[in-house]
């Protein structure tokens, strides 16, 4: 079967490390050829690594070999540490004299309400781990990676429960060659909303199972619940066109619709949402950039459905196929 998804697109490679004493995890996405790379940070609380490297006003020629999504909140920015470790080791990065500085930007997630008192947090082996077992395989989704500790529906305090979050993965390839990919970790703090038919997926659930409804919640002039900080959605979306540094970052900022279309509400004060673009180069033709961002979107969209459509339920919170039963 052909790649789908995030490794749909030539040159790109993925990996999950899911920890087994609590949920939580990284995911790497590695591109051992380097990639153009771009970032659009849109949540008011982010917790990311390496973002000023990705500004088309700063080195241009410089391109990313590792992205590292992490849950373990600012703790878990150190898994990137071990990625840097995997590929210094394969010679990866980008060359300075006789040095070899592999280019890894990160982002994470608050996941740290799952840990029940013990510190249990991604760190350098999760990451050296998860770019280990990288591959060009089409990758699970779901409760798995960065997106074991993820949950969504939390603006609705007390009378209400969140949902189960995770990981997600959708892609598009054209007649013409042309690929747009995106994987997604979905840690949302409002409802996950498909956007063909504007019914909730997810979200903040009463104890009568019935969705509280941010979009009703917010109308009435209710503040969001929760503490800031706690709520990011984090993700990638690549491409196999040639684009430059800054056509990356467009693709990146356009992407962000499809997180508005699926998540109400996004880009919040108490959250870190953000999207990094790669773009490989492995396609030739000639790429429109209104098309590769507008495809971003879409795919991005897609993803975060499935990354709450496949994740699995906790005792204590419910998925989306609990519902179902």
């Known amino acids: 079967m052909e790649p789908w998804g995030i490794t749909a697109v030539e040159g790109l490679e993925i990996g999950h490390h899911t920890l087994t004493e609590r949920p939580t995890g990284c995911t790497v996405i590695v591109s051992r050829d380097g990639a153009i790379g771009g970032v659009d940070v849109r949540g008011s609380a982010p917790g990311t690594r390496e973002t000023d490297l990705l500004d088309p006003v700063k080195s241009p020629n410089t391109r990313v070999n590792a992205i590292v ?3 373990g909140s600012a703790f878990g920015l150190a898994a990137a540490d071990g990625v840097v470790r ?17 280019i890894v930007p990160g982002a994470i997630i608050y996941d740290l309400g799952l ?12 990451g ?8 060009t395989n089409t990758p699970a989704e779901g409760s798995v990676g960065a997106g074991a500790g993820a949950t969504v529906g939390k603006f609705g305090g007390r009378g209400s429960r969140p949902m189960r979050g995770g ?5 598009v390839t054209l007649d013409n060659g042309l690929t747009v990919a995106a994987a997604v970790v979905v840690n949302a703090v409002g409802d996950i909303v498909d956007p063909a038919s504007g019914q909730i997926v997810a979200g903040a659930l009463r104890d009568d199972g019935t969705f509280v409804d941010a979009r009703v919640h917010m109308r009435e002039g209710r503040p969001l619940g929760g503490p800031a900080g706690t709520n990011t959605t984090i993700g990638v979306v690549a491409t196999n066109a040639v684009l430059t540094k800054a056509e990356a970052t467009k693709m990146a900022e356009m992407a962000q619709d499809g997180l508005a279309r699926a998540i109400y509400p996004a880009h919040t004060v108490r959250d870190g949402d953000a999207v990094f673009s790669l773009a490989t180069g492995a396609w030739t033709g000639e790429a429109d950039v209104t098309l590769v961002g507008a495809l971003a979107a879409d795919v991005m969209a897609e993803a975060i459905l499935r990354a709450v459509r496949l994740a699995q339920g906790l005792p204590d919170i419910l998925s989306v196929s609990d519902l179902a039963r």
């Open 167 to 171: 990981f997600g993965t959708a892609s």
């Open 128 to 135: 050296y781990t998860a770019a280990a077992s990288a591959s």
């Open 69 to 71: 999504l992490s849950g």
């Open 86 to 102: 995997y590929l210094l080791e394969r010679d990866v990065g980008y060359r300075v004299g006789s040095q070899v500085i592999p």
């Open 115 to 126: 840990e029940d008192g013990e510190r249990v947090r991604p760190g350098p082996d999760c």
